[in-house]
């Protein structure tokens, strides 16, 4: 943690030429507490600030896309580039059939992916350096001592977590594996698929975490306290990923239970690494390891799966194991032990 000696010198502000004329530093009539500044207030509340954040987030997201598909429609009228490929498959879709629209993208699923998270971390910094007056470090995403040790524990708790949900469903033979699969689609190279995959988990990990974690938790908490921060940033969090595809109550319910143990982390080390340790973990392990659908959304995974059809309620179905009984299982399982943990033998225990 920093000294309240660094915080403080953080406050100091930046001497004028005046100021350094006159001998920067020096008390302004004698008294020391003048050079001190007062943290600037956020314009709105927290819950209004919420609010905003979440559907400015959509609405810029929306106007940014048809400036590019208006640029972009430029420059093939001018016969600067090619039109993609897709651009037919995708205007004979209807905009709310996301299983099509994914399938058709799919080549370029990856770069989306990171793109949109270069969007959210720009979104939410502009976000939060105009309205709430902070900076993005603020948020938790300081690269302070042992910021990796906690990004590795979350990772290694989530491919813990899932790998007893995949061991489970192989035992009640709900899943079977019938070999290894080539890992990216055909004509890509293995290795860059798998980079490609890591970059963009990755990045799904630090955007996804840094809205629902970082922003939506922490100014919430800062108005309703722990609790209803928690639940009502985890259900935010769940009800957004009720637009994938394949998703249902379970799915949404499961949903909310994961994005409750990202909280938990979140409030146990007051960073975001380790919640994005867990995010980036669960989605690659998930979708590349165990190569099952992540969220509704099917990708090439190392493993040959085969699912049971007669027990998709255990293992998802088409959304995957976070819509299935065997997750609900598992989180609330861990949900007991961290109880446990807190009210019994952890509640002996000295905090760190």
């Known amino acids: 943690m920093e000294s309240p000696e660094h915080d403080r010198a953080e406050r100091l502000p930046v001497p004028t ?87 058709v993208v799919e080549p370029y699923l990856l770069h989306l992916v990171i793109a949109s998270g270069l969007y959210t971390i720009l979104y939410t910094w502009a976000f939060v350096r105009v309205l709430d007056r902070r900076r993005l470090r603020d948020l938790g995403l300081r690269f302070r001592r042992g910021w990796f040790g906690n990004f590795a524990k979350g990772a290694a708790l989530a491919i813990l977590i899932l790998g007893a949900i995949f061991a489970f469903s192989l035992a009640v033979g709900s899943i079977r594996v019938e070999g290894f699969a080539r890992a990216a689609p055909d004509g890509v190279s293995i290795l860059v698929y798998f980079i490609g995959a890591l970059l963009a988990f990755l990045s799904v990990g630090v955007y996804e975490e840094l809205m629902f974690r970082g922003y939506v938790l922490q100014r919430l908490n800062d108005r309703a306290g722990k609790t209803v921060s928690i639940v009502v940033s985890s259900a935010i969090f769940a009800v957004l990923h009720g637009f994938n595809p394949g998703a249902d109550v379970f799915g949404i319910v499961n949903t909310i239970g994961i994005g409750v143990i990202l909280c938990v982390l979140y409030f146990r080390t007051g960073s975001l690494w380790m919640p994005i340790g867990f995010h980036t973990a669960w989605n690659f392990s998930l979708g590349y390891l165990y190569s099952l659908p992540v969220s509704g959304i099917p990708l090439y995974g190392v493993l040959d799966v085969v699912e049971v059809e007669e027990s998709s309620r255990l293992t998802g179905g088409s959304y995957g194991p976070e819509a299935g009984l065997a997750c609900t299982i598992a989180l609330a399982v861990w949900g007991a032990w961290l109880i446990w943990k807190r009210t019994g033998r952890g509640s002996t225990e000295g905090h760190s």
């Open 17 to 103: 030429d005046a100021g350094a004329a006159a001998g920067a530093g020096a008390p302004v009539n004698g008294d020391p507490a003048a050079l001190i500044q007062p943290p600037r207030e956020p314009l709105f509340g927290a819950y209004l600030s919420v609010f905003l954040y979440i559907v400015g987030y959509f609405v810029v997201g929306v106007v940014l896309s048809l400036m590019l598909a208006m640029a972009g429609g430029l420059l093939v009228g001018f016969g600067v580039v090619q039109m993609p490929p897709i651009e037919e498959e995708l205007a004979a879709i209807g905009p709310m059939d996301i299983e099509a629209i994914l399938k």
